[in-house]
């Protein structure tokens, strides 16, 4: 049996500005990961058992646009394997779907390095990263990449499209809170709307692009400085722009509010937004009662990670 897995992630700043060129952060969440194992089958056929997305079939029933059946289609292709493997391929993950923590692209790494390894056909980190953006493109339209470089490198990176990838030192740990809203918001959509206003006022929209990639920036340089406490500011700056941006929603805000009530020093969305997470920057000591707050307010779970 062959065995992989990947970490969630989470954005720090610069979230659809990053589409446009603008730079992100983003960090591994290692609290939650994907896990696949691939056998041997004694059946005839590739079976999939996903048990957290209800899926149990065989490959060619499924249609081939299917996140799951895509990614071991085109790695067959890629690997020029033509007599299909009787195989068995068991997937679970702890990411909530849909929700900003990159479900789908650490699936689809975590599949394709545990097929390459069964099926004898060695990939390194780039070659993995690249195939994982060519599926994150098949099912999310115009992505920037930075879903499948986070999970598949497993550090922190600062993104930007098309350049090759760049980690940075986070020279002083810092703490976040991750919260849910526990509704389910398809990247694609977001990522889609905001796609729909820039192209009828682009001069609008590429200065708050601007104003996000500055955040990011700064934010990159408070990291490495080890002046974390300056985070706060911006997670609030940042959260602002994507209010703007109109990819915030009540949940959301209310959930940023809370965090900063309970005393988190800057909260924010994070991810695709609509649904999905917002995060909070919290000192330590705060960061129970930050997650307590948050649950009470409605957050569906919180993840209380470090980021070193
Ligand atoms: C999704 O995790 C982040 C977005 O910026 C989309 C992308 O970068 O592809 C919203």
Known sequence: MTKSSAPGKIILFGEHAVVYGRPALAVPVTEVQANVDVSESARKGVWIGAP?????????????????????????????????????????????????????????????????????????????????????????????????????????????????????????????????????????????????????????????????????????RALEAGKPELLGELMNENHELLQKLTVSSQELDHLVETARRAGALGAKLSGGGRGGNMIAFVEPERAQAVSFSLLEAGAKNTIITQVS
Do not use: C
């Open 52 to 220: 957290d997305v209800n899926l149990s079939a065989e490959l060619n029933v499924l249609p081939s646009d299917h996140p799951i059946a895509s990614v071991i289609h085109n790695f067959l292709f890629l690997a020029r394997v033509t007599s299909f493997p009787n195989l068995e391929i068991k997937i679970t993950s702890t990411i909530p779907v849909a929700s900003g923590l990159g479900s789908g692209a650490a699936v689809t790494v975590a599949l394709t390095r545990a097929l390459a390894s069964h099926l004898k056909h060695p990939m390194n980190d780039e070659e993995v990263n690249a195939f994982a953006y060519e599926i994150e493109k098949l099912h999310h339209g115009t992505p920037s990449g930075i879903d499948n470089t986070v999970v598949t490198y497993a550090r922190p990176v600062y993104f930007i499209k098309g350049q090759s990838i760049e980690t940075f030192k986070v020279s002083k740990p810092f703490m976040i809170v991750i919260a849910d809203t526990g509704i389910s918001a398809p990247t694609k959509e977001s990522v889609g709307d905001v796609r729909r206003l820039w192209m009828h006022d682009r001069s609008r929209w590429e200065t708050i692009f601007d104003k996000i990639g500055e955040v990011s920036f700064t934010a990159r």
